[in-house]
């Protein structure tokens, strides 16, 4: 099992910064990937930046030059630096992992962005 904890959300204006935090803990040395999902009210859960176990990254292209997903191996911890925020990335942000081979998902409870305008 895999427990993962996030923190770091919050109010910010638009341009602002935030620093979200994933703590996990259990059995992080089965983890494949681990990174940052969002939902929006209304829409539907959208993967915002993974690392993967080697260290290679993908980001959706909303977020691109924008974010930047970082991991301390020492720590068991994944960050989402988030700079020039916009409106659009108001949204409940879900730290998620996998597991090798078998693929079985883990989430956190999740952590509010709200950015105004």
């Known amino acids: 099992q895999v427990q993962l904890v996030e923190s770091g959300g919050g109010l910010v204006q638009a341009g602002g910064s935030l620093r979200l935090s994933c703590a996990a803990s259990?059995?992080?040395?089965?983890?494949?990937?681990i990174g940052w999902y969002r939902q929006a009210p209304g829409k539907q859960r959208e993967a915002v930046a993974i690392?993967?176990?080697?260290?290679?990254?993908t980001y959706v292209d909303a977020v691109k030059g924008r974010f930047t997903i970082s991991r301390d191996n020492a720590k068991n911890t994944v960050y989402l630096q988030m700079n020039s925020l916009k409106p659009e990335d108001t949204a409940v942000y879900y730290c998620?992992?996998?597991?090798?081979?078998?693929?079985?998902?883990?989430w956190g409870q999740g952590t509010q962005v709200t950015v105004s305008s």
């Open positions: 998620y992992a996998d597991r090798l081979i078998t693929g079985v998902e883990y």
């Open positions: 259990g059995s992080t040395s089965v983890i494949r990937r």
């Open positions: 690392i993967w176990r080697g260290g290679s990254t």
